[in-house]
């Protein structure tokens, strides 16, 4: 158990010095809600009409709406670039220490995607603070079960962003994972805009984004934002939870890291 | 005397390319054991099949008694030193070896405890606070080395750990990792392509094109071949007839 306890921490460490000592990455990470947030949103709230939909009761801003969308953002994209580093550290090398470790290759991934979803957690509370500044504000039990919310639906994603990575067999190659794959996963969800409302325009469209996992985690967060459960919603998060570590398991067993 | 480190019949295909062709061998308990082989003779898919970095396709590694089926026990009494920089280099030296300690179970006080005496060695206490990035080629070697003894283990591994480095250096660091065999009777791999790092009394292995060509004690195989020097000795039993 000892041994056990201090590898997350390690790993949660590592990933924490790395978090402080880029700052850049927090202050991007940070930046790109918030210029949606503050941006977009001003320019798209006069074309977008919402309509009253759960789990809201009342009539609602442009960037109310939006603000769980962004939440998932900071989730995806930052996802993508722990993924983006675990390449990095496979080309460089430093993920032989890891992967050569005496401890289950299953619990070090899954240590390495808490660690991140730790970090999403940080970023993700500065930028509902300052949404909180900005007049965005949830009732104080909001703030407090999204934390978990947060946390949990950010380790599915960085499940994902893992796969992904097991699969790419070259750094160059995460280009396009952004084209194919991050774009095409935030666009077509609820982040941005209502799904009834894509289903105006395209009933093929709406059908892809109902069965994007991300639409899933951005509504589950905005439920819990609202403090309101829907359990179809809890049953798709577990199996969305399951499924995608059984791939970031599965894309890392045996996986080959050598440079031949 | 018991063998730390054993072999059994390995053979690995990378696709249809066979990389390593029926290897067997025993390293003894507080050895000092070289495999020498040049580039592409399958002293890396062996060193990665050993630490678990590839999956087995045929026959058995034992560590310390232990099956690699069993890594749990196997790996926890070995130390690695891969050929790649593996520390992160935006850390200081402390902070790397904080982390690795982690992995092996230990707090950061115990992980520093355990190479205190290493860390004085390897004249690396100035170092520790220092970015990774910062250090030359050398100390970056000399911390991977302590880096790798913090679980205090049994047997040593080492993938071509002076390449890119001076002479001076590379000496300087074969003769601390020799000292370890002497003083604590840790048994070493030392894995190379550089005849001038092995001495007469090392048990050594000739790898080439995946197969073990020759082993025993650089003597008994130079006396066996009638031959003056290594690089001789290599030339000869490396030689394809034609």
Redesign the interface.
């Known amino acids: 158990m000892k041994i056990l306890f201090y590898c997350a921490w390690g790993i949660i460490y590592k990933e924490l010095l790395r978090f402080v000592k880029q700052k850049s990455r927090f202050l991007s990470a940070l930046v790109r809600p918030l210029l949606w947030l503050f941006i977009f949103s001003s320019g798209f709230k006069m074309a977008l009409g919402l309509a009253i939909i759960p789990p809201y009761e009342t009539y609602i801003t442009y960037e109310t709406y939006i603000v769980p969308g962004l939440i998932g953002m900071i989730l995806l994209f930052n996802g993508m670039q722990s993924s983006l580093t675990m390449l990095f550290d496979r080309e460089m090398g430093s993920m032989k220490i890891l992967l050569s470790s005496h401890i289950s290759r299953n619990y070090l991934l899954f240590c390495k995607m808490f660690a991140t979803a730790i970090v999403s957690c940080i970023q993700s509370m500065a930028f509902l603070f300052i949404a909180y500044c900005y007049g965005i504000e949830m009732e104080i039990w909001a703030y407090v079960l999204v934390l978990p919310v947060i946390l949990f639906t950010s380790i599915i994603l960085n499940a994902l962003a893992l796969f992904i990575s097991s699969v790419i067999k070259q750094l160059e190659n995460f280009a396009a994972v952004m084209n194919f794959v991050i774009f095409p996963m935030f666009f077509l969800s609820s982040a941005l805009y209502p799904l009834w409302k894509m289903k105006d325009s395209s009933v093929f469209l709406y059908s892809l984004s109902s069965y994007n996992p991300f639409t899933h985690i951005v509504e589950f967060i905005r439920f819990t934002l609202y403090l309101k459960f829907d359990s179809s919603l809890l049953f798709i998060i577990v199996f969305l939870f399951v499924s995608s570590l059984s791939l970031a398991f599965m894309g890392y067993k045996s996986k080959k890291t050598g440079s031949k | 005397m018991k063998n730390i480190l054993s072999l059994k019949n390995i053979s690995y295909k ?1 696709e249809k390319k066979l ?1 390593l062709n029926n290897i067997s061998l025993d390293i003894k308990e507080g050895s000092f054991f070289v495999l020498l082989g040049l580039n592409a003779a399958g002293k ?2 062996l060193f ?1 099949l050993i ?5 087995m396709q045929e026959g058995e590694i034992k560590i310390n008694d232990y099956s690699l089926k069993a ?6 009494s070995i130390g ?1 030193v ?7 280099l ?2 200081s030296v402390r ?1 790397n070896l ?10 950061f006080k115990e992980t520093l405890k355990s190479i205190k005496e290493e860390i004085d060695k390897l004249d690396l206490h100035s170092s520790l606070d220092i970015v990774v990035r910062k250090l030359n080629g050398g100390h970056r070697r000399k911390v991977e080395i302590l880096r790798a003894l913090i679980n205090q283990p049994k047997l040593l591994l080492l993938d071509e750990a002076t390449v890119g480095l001076d002479v001076e250096a590379r000496f300087e660091i074969l003769k601390y990792i020799r000292n370890l065999v002497k003083e604590k009777n840790i048994s070493v791999l030392w894995i190379s392509h550089l005849f001038d790092e092995v001495e007469p009394s090392d048990a050594l292995a000739i790898i080439h094109k995946g197969e073990i060509l020759e082993k025993d004690q650089l003597k008994n195989l130079l006396k066996k071949y009638n031959k003056k020097e290594l690089k001789e000795l290599f030339a000869y039993v490396t030689r394809e007839e034609k």
């Open positions: 990378y990389a890396s898919t990665s630490t678990r970095l590839l999956n890594y749990k026990k196997a790996l926890c690695t891969f050929q790649e920089p593996t520390l992160d935006d850390l902070q904080y982390f690795y300690g982690c992995l092996k179970g230990l707090s």
